[in-house]
């Protein structure tokens, strides 16, 4: 009897290749880091929401303020005049915030479609539910996967004017190299007038940062350590979460805000047939949480080849969503 996978269980097996991959590699380094793109199983993305709804995280609330209250001027800088586009979301998770924009241009009439990015398939569902009840006219194609593969389906499924919405400061969980990699591959991915909009949270009071990710509550800590817990259920691994702590780091200079996770004691890990060691107070290099100054984000600008369009802060100024076009 022949047997035929179904196309979505070669996706998920190819899911848990590229993380077994990604997960040794980073856990065999010299310095041991995990990749934070895998925070985000169902635990992880119930336990980013608990973040984003604690008073600490300003970075929602900033960003929310924009597309709650500024939403008109968004629609006015990242619009093509005239002609149908495709609004493209990268790591869309809940869409909370662009969900007020959403809104707006069905309310408006706008000739677009929602095309939604994220790596978990979990969420895309919940936001495919939640958009259909709250606005059915939407048109969306969801898009499970890494950005720059999604984006060239994206450009397969249709050749319409494309608008980029990549928020939450999302870039700022890449280092400073990759950020200007990103930036230059995004331009490249993309058409001559087509726009960005990118979420960048500024310099501010250092204990205004760290507290929003150093929460008293230990959520942020969980959030780390759930990382740890899917390593163990999906790769078959053994990891004593007691024996590791989350610890938290803000460098007002260079901007970066970094999390790690402590090793408590001198310890072996076994991940299916691989022993990782860990020394006593060994650190797993887990996210990096990178702050921007203006001069920063123009900088980044210039060396990724755009021209601006235009920029448009929160009420406190603490954030700013940056409207890009490609050249």
């Known amino acids: 009897m022949n047997l035929q996978l179904k196309p979505h269980s070669k996706v ?6 590229h993380f077994r991959e990604d997960v040794l590699e980073g856990l065999k380094s010299r310095s041991k880091r995990l990749s934070s793109k895998y925070f985000y199983d169902e635990t ?36 093509p005049e005239n002609e149908p586009f495709d609004l493209i979301e990268l790591g869309a998770g809940d869409a909370m915030k662009s969900t007020f924009l959403l809104q707006y241009l069905v309310e408006k009439g706008t000739d677009f479609t ?8 979990h969420i895309l ?22 950005y720059f593969k999604m984006l060239q389906k994206a450009a ?42 990118i979420g ?12 929003a990710y150093n929460d008293r509550t230990g959520i942020t800590a969980a959030f780390n350590l759930n990382l740890l817990t899917r390593i163990n259920a999906e790769l078959d691994a053994d990891f004593n979460l007691e024996q590791f702590q989350h610890y938290q780091t803000y460098d007002p200079i260079s901007g970066a805000c970094r999390s790690f996770l402590v090793s408590l ?9 691989e022993s990782i060691s860990f020394e006593e107070n060994e650190l797993i290099d887990m996210e990096i949480s990178q702050k921007f100054s203006a001069e920063n984000i123009e900088d980044l600008r210039e060396k990724s080849g755009f021209k601006k369009s235009g920029e448009i802060k929160d009420s406190k100024k603490w954030f700013v969503d940056a409207v890009w076009q490609v050249k």
């Open 12 to 17: 998920e097996d190819i899911h848990v290749d």
């Open 44 to 79: 992880g993305d119930r336990l980013f929401q608990e973040i984003m709804a604690m008073p600490e995280y300003y970075l929602t609330q900033c960003e929310l303020d924009i597309f709650q209250n500024k939403t008109a001027d968004l629609a006015r800088l990242i619009i």
């Open 114 to 121: 929602y095309m939604p990015i994220d790596i978990s398939g």
């Open 125 to 146: 569902t919940e936001l495919n539910e939640k958009l259909n009840q709250k606005l059915p006219q939407l048109e969306i194609i969801s898009l499970e996967g890494e």
């Open 156 to 197: 397969s499924l249709s050749s319409r004017r494309k608008v980029i919405l990549f928020l939450g400061s999302n870039i700022g969980n890449m280092h400073i190299d990759e950020v200007d990699q990103f930036c230059s591959d995004l331009n490249r991915n993309l058409a001559s007038g087509d726009k960005v909009l």
């Open 200 to 211: 960048f949270d500024l310099k501010k009071n250092p204990h205004t940062i760290l507290n």
């Open 265 to 273: 004691k001198n310890q072996t890990v076994t991940i299916e047939n």
